[in-house]
């Protein structure tokens, strides 16, 4: 086969490069048996498919040896395409990061994931994938993230900003939440990130149609982004230089994504045949392609740009030396290297045992030694372990590893208010505004924990009650720009100068970016070491919207605090499409978030001082506040704290063995208290329960049952103490603005009669007396429901 000279500009020597082609030999038989150990090795106890992506991994290990044995440095945070995982498992079991015996646990309970978990896999994970495109998009607010930490002066001395980088599918660029991103990323002038396109031009269910990333190379520019191709290797380059050279060029530019595969699957003797057929009368193209055998030319016509380990290492070396976000489109072939190479049915084809066994001896791995890291390596194992200790990735980032820790910052004891408020009016949302701007002054005790928050809303602050807020601390820009508005004395309630001190980011109105951008800002103590309280809000019906990525970044164990409003269809006149019906159920469903739905001021105070204990806490999680834009009169009344972050507290107590209790959740509190006052009048024993958490009250019964059921037999969850004064016969009558599942549940606490109201239709627009008597929420609805509950 042709070659060509060893380019000297590489920051890695030929001896060097040598090495690192062993290593990528070495990661492509890890991550195949990886998956083949667990298919047809490991017993399969219930018959089910195990599953694994040999052709997905081995697309991708040249890319993936370039990155992490020459260019990665230790700062550096890297998602790595999700169907690469077990070449990851293999790259930290070299670094002597993992033990051989985690290899053999890939897809097995408690043992190495399917896809990159930072929770499941350990703190060599960076970030976590697995959902398709959220992993790329993320890095983009990582870097935002990270440029925000820096220029806040809450960065580690020290301590280097990295590179976010992600290793992408090409098919993850089908994703919608993409564009969203690279857009964000533009208005933000989003800086250091890399995303590596693995171009193997192959999806789950099909070959990706021609010249797609023509197209998608104009939308990166678009945005100010470079974009640089990895087509070709050197000997195919080699190859072209040559007379004929340029003719076989425009062949395989021409040559359609679904023949290429084929051919890629046929072999030599295909390749030959098909070239000659259109090329054969040229004597040039007939002088490179006669004198190699069918092995040679196959791997000639193959000799792509993502697979030579050179030319990879040259071009990020290149890019290297700015800052500028780049897109790599690397050409590769699925399953390069293993026999279904090329075949469009490849994606979660895995290899027979004789196939495997094929492998294994050209491999040169000996039966037993499959795990030796340096098993069927022409390289001397002692040299190999020290070029392999030499790398840059080599070293710890700090020395507590790549999982930081950030400071705590001490939470006071009450939350800051300007005036009194029983017996005003106000809305939760309004008194979450009255809160957050009242801790923007930066004065007294709550003076830290404000210079730590950081807001974001998808062009709804002003409307979530974000305005204060950002008046006192600025909108963050990477550049300051002027309030033009302010400039020209233009009257304005909204003062938004921009600049690197600000902090509110101001986002487009795109729910994704929103969720991945709090998933970014609440991983930045473990990423960047620096103590971040990101508080985002959005209309709560909008969660449905960029309900994956919130989905994603709770998977992360990012803390952050979502605050939804105004909910339900309390909203009234917005009509169906501006109210929440599911919400609720989200809140109650959603693992390591925290939901909660205040009624009035006071609960919201409590609430919001747990919120920013509890996302610091080793312990705790996301909190999520769904609050109401409807004006309630605030009681003078003194509240249990505990009692309300856990879920719930009787606002009025039931006499001993009531026969009925009537509880709420949010806005809808003045129906059931008029509802309970008129209740009262035939059951003076009735008890009126103020639920601030269905989710909270429902997540400490299953942990109690659980603890039960494991032998605590004294185990009692708060729902539980709270209707324990309840007969055992006695009834649940419940109302939420909301789906009324999240209240179902509470009759199966100690086995008494629940009706649960709610709203389980889509709304449409009128006021609330209307809304509320059309969906069954009002007085007469309620009085009904207990009614239809006394008389069984």
Not at 376 to 384: E, I, Q, R, S, Y
Request: proline share 6%; glycine share 10%; charged share 20%.
């Amino acid at each position: 086969m042709s070659s060509v000279e060893f380019t000297p500009s590489l920051p890695v020597d030929a001896a060097d490069l040598a090495r690192l082609g062993q290593i990528e030999r070495k990661l492509l038989w890890l991550s195949s048996w990886m998956v083949h150990h667990a298919n047809h090795v490991r017993p399969n106890r219930d018959g089910l498919k195990v599953g694994g992506h040999q052709a997905s991994c081995a697309s991708v290990t040249a890319i993936m040896t370039a990155l992490y044995f020459a260019l990665l440095r230790p700062e550096d945070r890297v998602a790595v395409k999700p169907h690469a995982a077990p070449v990851f498992h293999a790259i930290n079991y070299l670094y002597g990061r993992l033990p051989a015996e985690r290899l053999t646990s890939l897809r097995a309970f408690g043992g190495l994931q399917p896809y990159p978990s930072r929770l499941k896999d350990g703190p060599e994970v960076d970030f976590s994938t697995g959902s398709v495109g959220l992993g790329v998009a993320l890095t983009s607010f990582t870097a935002l993230m990270q440029d925000y930490v820096a220029q806040h002066g809450f960065a580690r001395p020290g301590f280097r900003p990295g590179r976010q980088i992600a290793i992408a599918g090409d098919a993850e660029l089908d994703e919608g939440n993409i564009y969203e991103a690279l857009l964000e990323g533009w208005k933000h002038d989003v800086r250091n990130v890399w995303w590596v396109v693995d171009y193997n031009r192959q999806s789950l269910d099909s070959v990706v149609p021609d010249r797609l990333f023509g197209r998608i190379e104009g939308l990166f520019r678009d945005m100010g982004w470079n974009v640089v191709t990895l087509k070709y290797g050197r000997h195919l380059e080699a190859a072209f230089a040559r007379p004929g050279g340029e003719a076989l060029r425009r062949w395989i530019d021409d040559c359609p994504n679904s023949l290429y595969a084929a051919l890629t699957f046929q072999g030599g003797a295909a390749w030959r045949q098909a070239v000659l057929a259109d090329l054969g009368r040229s004597r040039e193209v007939r002088a490179l392609i006669d004198p190699l055998s069918d092995e040679a030319l196959g791997q000639l016509m193959t000799n792509l740009g993502g697979h030579d380990i050179a030319a990879l290492i040259e071009t990020f070396h290149a890019a290297a030396a700015s800052d500028q976000p780049t897109c790599f489109i690397a050409y590769t072939i699925k399953g390069m290297g293993l026999p279904f190479a090329g075949h469009k049915d490849n994606h979660a084809g895995l290899m027979t045992g004789e196939q495997m066994e094929e492998f294994r001896a050209r491999m040169g791995i000996r039966p037993g030694h499959e795990l030796d890291p340096f098993e069927g390596l022409d390289g001397d194992p002692d040299d190999l372990r020290r070029f392999i200790a030499s790398r840059p990735f080599a070293r710890p980032l700090t020395p507590e590893g790549r999982r930081l820790a950030a400071p705590h910052l001490a939470v006071p004891q009450a939350v800051p208010r300007t005036t009194r408020l029983a017996g005003r009016r106000v809305s939760t949302q309004a008194g979450f505004g009255e809160i957050l701007a009242e801790i923007g002054r930066l004065q007294g005790e709550w003076a830290e924990i404000g210079r730590h928050i950081v807001t974001t809303s998808p062009d709804v602050t002003v409307s979530t009650s974000l305005g204060p807020w950002v008046n006192r601390r600025g909108v963050y820009d990477r550049h300051t720009r002027n309030d033009v508005f302010r400039d020209a004395k233009l009257a304005s309630a909204q003062r938004w100068g921009m600049s690197p001190e600000g902090q509110h980011i101001e986002l487009g109105i795109a729910e994704q970016n929103l969720f991945l951008l709090l998933g970014a800002a609440g991983l930045q103590g473990e990423l960047n070491g620096a103590r971040i309280l990101p508080i985002g809000t959005v209309y709560d019906p909008f969660v449905n919207r960029g309900l994956d990525a919130l989905i994603y970044a709770c998977y992360q164990d990012a803390r952050f605090l979502l605050v939804s409003t105004p909910s339900g269809l309390t909203l009234a006149p917005e009509g169906g499409q501006h109210q929440s019906i599911n919400t609720p159920l989200i809140g109650i469903g959603a693992d390591k978030l925290a939901a909660f739905e205040p009624s009035h001021v006071d609960e919201l105070d409590i609430l919001l001082r747990h919120a920013f204990a509890h996302m610091q806490a080793p312990d705790g999680s996301a909190v999520w506040l769904r609050l109401s834009t409807r004006a309630l009169t605030q009681p003078a009344r003194t509240l249990d704290p505990a009692s309300v972050i856990a879920g719930g507290y009787w606002a009025v107590a039931p006499a001993p063995g009531a026969r009925i209790a009537l509880a709420y959740q949010g806005p809808v509190a003045p129906e059931a208290e008029a509802a309970f006052a008129e209740l009262r009048e035939e059951e003076p024993g009735a008890g009126l329960l103020a639920i601030t958490s269905a989710d909270r009250l429902h997540a400490g019964w299953l942990a109690a049952t659980a603890a039960r059921r494991d032998g605590d037999r004294s185990a009692r969850a708060h729902i539980e103490t709270l209707l324990a004064p309840l007969a055992r016969d006695a009834a649940l009558v419940s109302v939420l603005d909301g789906h009324p599942a999240a209240h179902a549940w509470l009759g199966a606490v100690r086995g008494q009669r629940a009706i649960p109201l709610g709203v389980s239709r889509f709304g449409q627009a009128g006021d609330i007396p209307d809304l509320y008597h059309a969906y069954g929420l009002d007085v007469a609805a309620i009085l009904d429901a207990c009614a239809q509950a006394l008389l069984g």
